[in-house]
């Protein structure tokens, strides 16, 4: 089980990153840049209290390469829906087939060559 709270842990942070990135286009669109900038800080805070332990708790049983590879797998799944149930923006064939091709770089990364 204990391979699994790193992937646990960078979901989450993975949340909070992709609010941070991107609430603000919904939301704050008419607010001045430097509340957009404060609030985005604000929720950055949250991920990195999430993403931290999970980079530490994940560098015992992968490398960093790995973890790095993980966490942007992982942000990818995260930004999908963010995109699709949060911003209602639709998910293009292209954009599936990119996403796919850096699943691609997950399999090699991992891959005990």
Same mark, same amino acid.
């Given at each position: 089980?204990?391979?699994?709270?790193?992937?646990?842990?960078?979901?989450?942070?993975?949340?909070?990153?992709?609010?941070?990135?991107?609430?603000?286009?919904?939301? &704050?669109? #008419? !607010?001045?840049?430097?509340? =957009?900038? $404060?609030?985005?800080?604000?929720? %950055?805070?949250?991920?990195?209290? @999430?993403?931290?332990?999970?980079?530490? &708790?994940? #560098? !015992?049983?992968?490398?960093? =390469?790995? $973890?790095?590879?993980?966490?942007? %797998?992982?942000?990818?799944?995260? @930004?999908?829906?963010?995109?699709?149930?949060?911003?209602?923006?639709?998910?293009?064939?292209?954009? $599936?087939?990119?996403?796919?091709?850096?699943?691609?770089?997950?399999?090699?990364?991992?891959?005990?060559?």
């Amino acid at each position: 089980m204990q391979a699994w709270w790193p992937v646990v842990l960078l979901t989450i942070s993975n949340v909070f990153m992709t609010f941070a990135w991107y609430g603000h286009l919904k939301n &704050l669109r #008419s !607010a001045p840049l430097y509340v =957009a900038i $404060l609030v985005s800080w604000g929720i %950055a805070f949250f991920e990195y209290c @999430f993403q931290v332990p999970a980079n530490r &708790l994940g #560098s !015992a049983r992968f490398e960093t =390469a790995q $973890l790095k590879t993980m966490q942007e %797998a992982i942000t990818l799944i995260v @930004f999908c829906a963010f995109s699709i149930f949060y911003l209602k923006e639709p998910m293009r064939w292209n954009y $599936l087939v990119g996403f796919g091709l850096m699943f691609v770089a997950v399999f090699v990364v991992f891959k005990k060559w």
